[in-house]
């Protein structure tokens, strides 16, 4: 038929090859006789993945096991199945999602005191060591983003924006900072076989990545969201380490403000990273977390931890959305990243001259 010079096509209605039914475009299964839509796909899929798992393909099988679980009905006894295994691989790729409700010991809010302060250089160039070698065994990956035309194209416009401001080399540095923060997202969604774009840059907000791919769990989620903070952690000691080692200013103050980048992911809310890790923490641990943010904020480290301490605290009074046992692995991130950020700061400030007004923020990390 035609409309207003316009040609419409009509598309034949989809039919059940069990009993014939008409179903409807957003159904996975037939409403009369529950015949799944897409069972000739799904058993190819299976297949594929049992192969990768055999293979040892862990990523390529939960890349085939995320789209299997697009294509079953959410409360189907297979989803549920299917959903289970990409739970125990996730395990196997970034450790058991769960533990208990609260860490053993108390004290971590006294070790973070003592955490801060210019004596903590050698031991966050130990702590985050580990991931500085990753970044360094990683250069492929890392190589990965400028190869795509919109990633080149966004950063160089954000270079420039940056640059017209600040100067060309803390422009540079920042948007290093950044760009090695958004590959530590990558990098994890890579591995938990997540589909993902590269990063895009926006400049005086910063980047982010889109997820073509919802995580399974919010384990994942976590994982993935405090990954951009630990990498960018780590691009954060490299800068303050040829501060040290070249005696130049502009170094330490790309360290201190790629530090203070990445405390601001770290917020509870939103869409931000640190909301994404507080979504696997239970209440006490969110309560931990919002002491160690209050100890750090009234040691004057920085007036940002003052927004942690609030966010955290909120987040950790309110009833809903907390599971009953919180994930060790991510708390112990989360508790990680926030001491060892803010003493970040502190050493980088030492050594860097006059910060620049306004460096924009991180915005969102991740958009789905």
């Known amino acids: 038929m035609t409309a ?41 899929l299976a297949s594929e993945a049992a192969g990768s ?33 990409v739970q125990a691989l996730s395990d196997a790729v970034g450790g058991p999602q769960t533990g208990g409700g ?64 600040y100067g060309w080399k803390f422009g540079l540095g920042l948007i290093a900072s950044i760009y090695v923060h958004e590959m530590g997202h990558v990098f994890w969604l890579r591995r938990y076989g997540i589909a993902a774009t590269a990063p895009m840059f926006i400049p005086g907000f910063g980047a ?12 994942e989620d976590a994982r993935v969201g405090l990954a951009g903070p630990v990498w960018g952690a780590a691009a954060a000691v490299a800068a303050l380490a040829l ?24 917020i509870p809310i939103w869409q931000l990273d640190g909301g994404r890790g507080f979504a ?23 007036g940002m931890m003052y927004l942690l301490a609030i966010a955290a605290s909120f987040r950790a009074a ?6 009953a046992v919180g994930d060790r692995a991510v708390l112990a991130t989360y508790l990680a990243l926030v001491v060892g950020l803010t003493a970040l700061m502190v050493a980088a400030h030492h050594g860097a001259g006059d910060l620049p007004a306004h460096a924009g923020t991180h915005g969102a990390a991740l958009s789905v």
């Open 208 to 219: 982010f990545v889109r997820l073509k791919q919802h995580p399974a769990t919010v384990g």
């Open 318 to 323: 309110g009833k809903g959305n907390a599971p």
């Open 4 to 44: 207003s010079g316009l040609s419409i096509e009509r598309r034949a209605p989809r039919v059940c090859v069990a009993c014939g039914a008409q179903i409807a475009d957003a159904l996975l299964a037939c409403p009369s006789c529950g015949q799944l839509i897409h069972a000739a796909e799904l058993k190819q």
């Open 102 to 165: 609260k860490p053993s010991s108390p004290d971590g809010a006294g070790r973070s005191k003592k955490a801060v302060g210019l004596g903590t250089v050698g031991v966050l160039l130990a702590k985050f060591k580990w991931v500085i070698l990753a970044l360094l065994g990683k250069g492929k990956l890392l190589l990965v983003g400028l190869a795509q035309a919109k990633t080149f194209l966004s950063m160089g416009i954000a270079l420039a924006v940056y640059a017209s401001f």
């Open 53 to 85: 798992e055999t293979a040892g393909d862990t990523r390529g099988a939960l890349e085939k096991w995320r789209r299997m679980l697009e294509l079953l009905p959410a409360q189907s006894t297979q989803h549920a199945r299917v959903l289970a295994k």
């Open 280 to 302: 696997a923490l239970s209440r006490g641990q969110r309560g931990l977390v919002a002491a160690v943010c209050w100890a750090l904020a009234l040691s004057g480290a920085d």
């Open 243 to 266: 501060g040290a080692a070249l005696d130049k200013p502009i170094f330490f103050t790309i360290a201190r403000i790629g530090a203070w980048i990445n405390i601001f992911n770290l």
